[in-house]
């Protein structure tokens, strides 16, 4: 057991190395572009490049792990993701920058393995006990990252950025070689048809396709958050970098208690009591923002509020998504990764499209939490009433 322990410890510094490897550039892309001489829309490319190459070759990694393992799927993603590193930092024009940022955002996309291993070896409450930390963890990298990236870039070049990338990547390497648990491989030889009909049985199983449905309502905003509070609080409300890290810390602190009371409600609420309690929490937490807008303090308290109820529900949630034990872990991983990462990329475009309108005003940026929030209430509670009868393992 302490085995898997530390596979999860090493799971968890790879995430956050894949998710802060994105957020530390950011800062720095204007200085990349300034030494390509590329135009500025590659700043925002950037981004979309990383999340592209996660969603490439995400539906392929679970047929691929039943084939060769988990173990090895993990393992080489690490060590790709490093040798992709490196071709940004030696890289030379803004294309061979640019085609690094997809290989690299490949990445991602087999962290997926690692949660698969963790609903495989572990009962219920350790599962939503890990869950709960790991994602708690790992949205500390869009806090940490930019400032990170920020300072390196300030005094140094960017390139700097991929050397640490790389320095904890390899952290991540070697601890999950040591750690990571072999897993039993299910099919001899991969053809499309069975892999497509497979992915079809997951998508219309019992709660899935509603439960992935509502993990995607329920965080959306803070992904809101995480991709348009730089437009709030630095463009319009000209505020510094130290006030925009204040705020971060507010809005995700909700996310660390959260973690921290997990590690006492699970097994003592039910799930769906869990789930419904916390929906509620955040849906008080955004409509509190919009009704205060007005002032930027107490629309990070709403959020702080709504983040911790997205961390009390959000592990039940995709715990009993993955716990049908007659599709494939992996599969389903890889299936629920990449609907989240189209449709939070969607979301996030959409509500920049939005808030662009109003030169992104607190108003605006309110309105889209709210609509997410009420969207989120409707999909979660009919989630939740679905998984009455569901008890813990």
């Known amino acids: 057991m302490k085995k898997l322990y530390l596979f999860a410890v090493f799971l968890v510094i790879y995430e956050f190395t894949t998710y802060s490897a994105n ?15 590329a135009p500025l829309s590659y700043v925002a490319a950037s981004l979309s490049f990383y999340m592209l190459g996660e969603c490439a070759i995400q539906l392929w990694l679970g047929p691929l792990a039943e084939r060769y393992g988990k173990r090895k799927m993990i393992l080489i993603g690490n060590f790709s993701f490093l040798i992709f590193t490196i071709l940004i930092a030696c890289s030379m024009s803004i294309n061979q920058f640019m085609l690094g940022r997809w290989l690299q955002g490949s990445g991602m996309a087999f962290i997926a393995m690692g949660y698969a ?37 300030s005094y140094s070049s960017w390139r700097y950025i991929f050397i640490l990338t790389c320095i904890l990547g390899f952290i991540s390497l070697c601890g999950l070689y040591k750690n990571t648990p072999e897993s039993t491989t299910r099919v001899e030889k991969l053809e499309l048809k069975p892999v497509l009909r497979h992915y079809w049985e997951i998508a219309t199983s019992s709660n899935y396709m509603l439960g992935v449905a509502c993990t995607i309502a329920a965080a959306m905003p803070l992904l809101i958050w995480l991709g348009l509070a730089p437009n709030l609080i630095l463009h319009n409300l000209h505020l510094d970098y130290t006030h925009y890290i204040i705020y971060q810390i507010i809005t995700i602190g909700g996310l660390s208690i959260s973690s921290i009371a997990m590690q006492f409600l699970a097994g003592r609420w039910q799930f769906h009591q869990l789930i419904l309690r916390g929906c509620y929490i955040s849906l008080a937490g955004v409509i509190f923002s919009f009704v205060f807008n007005f002032s930027i303090n107490l629309l990070s308290v709403g959020l702080f509020f ?74 979660t509670r009919k989630f939740a009433l679905r998984n009455v009868e569901r008890q813990w393992n």
């Not at 599962?127 to 930019?146: E, F, H, Q, R, T």
């Open 117 to 153: 291993i963790i609903h495989e070896k572990f009962d219920d409450k350790g599962a939503v006990k890990i869950i709960s930390i790991m994602g708690n963890i790992s949205i500390l990298a869009p806090l940490i990252g930019p400032l990170i990236g920020g300072i390196i870039v």
């Open 23 to 37: 957020d530390m550039i950011m800062p720095g892309m204007i200085a990349v572009v300034n030494q390509f001489n």
């Open 306 to 379: 709504y983040s911790l109820g997205l961390g009390l529900s959000n592990g039940s949630i995709i715990r009993l998504i993955m716990s049908n034990k007659n599709v494939s872990q992996s599969m389903a991983a890889s299936l629920m990764t990449f609907s989240q990462t189209l449709l939070f990329a969607a979301g996030i475009q959409l509500s920049d499209y939005i808030t662009g309108k109003f030169n992104y005003s607190a108003f605006s940026f309110a309105t889209c939490c709210l609509i997410a929030g009420i969207c989120s209430l409707i999909l």
